[in-house]
């Protein structure tokens, strides 16, 4: 996994959960391009076109509440959206968001720190979250070492995969 | 610290069991044994493909066919061509690999109540599940959990899961229930209290003499509502109550997992006391299952357009008996459109001999056959712009019954039924 991410921020309220993020109507499908097309659609309509790849979503509390859809972080993934950076995250949302290799951050007093439009450089080698317009930095805590071990195999298909006696 | 005389909670001592350790604490990470994998329509495409990038492309291979459950109830009978196509991917799945435990066409009930009912899950279990309301197992003193498909993927592909030790809260309830309060009010009460994250990757333990006086559709809708305060369990020590249910549906599991509890003085990061004899029927307004209010406590009438019954929240027997109990008699409001889903054929089989059935008929329901379908806006019973529904299900986010402008209220099935007659939320005379 790429650990150093640029780019503009998109604002997403507390509590975003998964049928915001993509709406079951679309989940009869589970092609990348397909959902990210229709990502957040509810939070905003236009979001997909929006975004420009790299682009960071800055959240309040909870993001990904809700459904355990990986369809959530898919979605996300596949809009062109590099990081997600939230005061906290829903448990099974995170592990969805390690396991496919989106990569996650928790900052407490994220909401704050950002607003839409800021551009954002997210440095997880560095431990650092920097708002490049209003030129602030936030420290993060890093990932606990068993899920190190997971993005640093690229995600779990291929963590599980160097684990696996050869066939 | 001696691990092995550590005061363990009923959940750290089944996890324990399954990562092959004598004791484990919170924040530890583990792999366990998985006793039974569980997936449905939605989450198995995407399990199917990434179990192929685990073993071989075009030769997936799972651990046990015998641990593996897939459940088609969200998009079928198929809504459709898209779902149709997806539908069929994962049968031919399910027959490439004999799964044993797969439910399709007539078999299919709602997961959540049609696994406990087939006997696949008993208390001491680990279940896994590519979906977030796996945790209603927990009402049987499983540790069961939701996952997404990778995760799941895994492990079909292994037979473990990788858990970070959840720390634990503790809701003793107690006292009687007044009329027209079920296992659904106590849990929307709790979440109301905690909020939607308030036990984020924790477990929450249910106890209590209010607990005890609880019945099994009770204690699953609480369960199953665990994941709506984030916990990522939530969990009932069996007693006689259970022990009785699972001779109904013949899961056998050894004598000493009956009696599984936690230790008394394990450790909990917060206790709370819930009096159940305050509660009154709850009702839980749009956008979020924390907004619970009691129902005589609204402060103007909300008409409705549509009232669901049924989900895995609130489609056991039980329920569809206390929605005809209200119905009896009396006939939803001309503008109301009641859907009724019986959770399994089972429970519809036996709501239709008793007679339950013919009650909701005649009061004017619409029975459906068992699927998830409108809980999550899927289909059959989806919401126009500017629509309202009370709905016994478990989340009232925007957009979850359709529209992205309608709106959910969720309640037990006695506020649900009554309200379909009054036209408007309203609470049943006791």
Redesign the interface.
Known sequence: MRMKFEGTVFVAPD?V?T??II???Y????DPEYLGAHCM??LDEHFSSRIAKGDVIVAG??FG???????A??AIKAAGISCVVAE?F???FY??AI??GLPLVELPGAAKAFAAGDRILVDLDAGAVRNLTRREEHRIQPY?A?LQSIIAAG???PF??AR?PA? | MNRAVRPQTITEKIIARHAGERCVEPGQFVMAKVDLALSNDVTSPLAIKQLENICAPGAPQVWNRSRIAIVLDHFTPNKDIASAEQNRYTRRFAREQKIRHFFDGCRVGIEHALLPEQGLVGPGDVVIGADSHTCTYGALGAFSTGVGSTDLAAVWATGTVWLKVPAAIKFVYHGRRRPNVYGKDLILETIRRIGVDGANYRTIELTGDAIKGLSMAGRFAMANMAIECGAKNGIIAPDAVTAAYLRTTGARRPAAVLSLRSDPDARYEAVHDVDVSAIRPQVALPHLPENSVAVRDLKRRITIDQAVIGSCTNGWYEDLVIAARVLKGRKVHPYVRALVFPATPAIYRRALKDGVVATLLDAGCIISPPTCGPCLGGHMGILAEGERAIATTNRNFVGRMGHTKSEVYLSNPAVAAYSAVRGYIAEPPA
């Not at chain 1, 989940?27 to 589970?30: E, K, P």
């Not at chain 1, 509440?65 to 369809?71: A, D, K, N, Q, T």
């Open positions: 509590n959960d049928d915001v709406p079951a109507k989940l009869n499908r589970s659609e509810p509390r909870n509440c809700g459904s355990s859809r990986e369809h972080p898919v906290s829903a448990r099974i592990r969805n396991n496919i606990p068993f995600g779990l298909v599980i995969r696996r066939a």
